[in-house]
């Protein structure tokens, strides 16, 4: 069934590195727009960064622009988030989500999740 699923988290020192996988199954990943999100301990729920279905044309958050880079492959099915420079601030379940429309704006699917913690 349609199901996207998160990998690649762990516990890193402040200005390590982490590559995250989001690997769909039951769809094609190159028409969708994928985003990955993020909500750390006590906060709401941010967009970090999307990668459209049309052009390929990439968006992040101010937080983390310079320092995370989102890319696809599509002959693996998977979306990558790579985290450079990483902070403790940065802490946080991380999730892709897939939009249908290809504009990232309207999110049909969820994967679960993949916890990222930043600490010395």
């Known amino acids: 069934q349609v199901q996207l699923v998160e990998s690649g988290g762990g516990l890193v020192q402040p200005g390590g590195s982490l590559r995250l996988s989001c690997a769909a199954s039951g769809f094609t990943l190159d028409y969708y727009a994928i985003g990955w999100f993020r909500q750390g301990p006590g906060k709401e729920r941010e967009g970090v960064a999307c990668?459209?279905?049309?052009?390929?044309?990439?968006y992040y958050a101010d937080s983390v622009m310079g320092r995370f880079t989102i890319h696809r492959d599509n002959t693996k099915n998977t979306v990558y988030l790579q985290m450079n420079s990483l902070k403790p601030e940065d802490t946080a379940v991380y999730y892709c989500?897939?939009?249908?429309?290809?504009?990232?704006?309207?999110?049909?699917?969820w994967g679960q999740g993949t916890q990222v913690t930043v600490s010395s």
């Open positions: 990668i459209s279905s049309s052009d390929g044309s990439t």
């Open positions: 989500a897939a939009d249908p429309y290809g504009k990232c704006t309207t999110y049909d699917y």
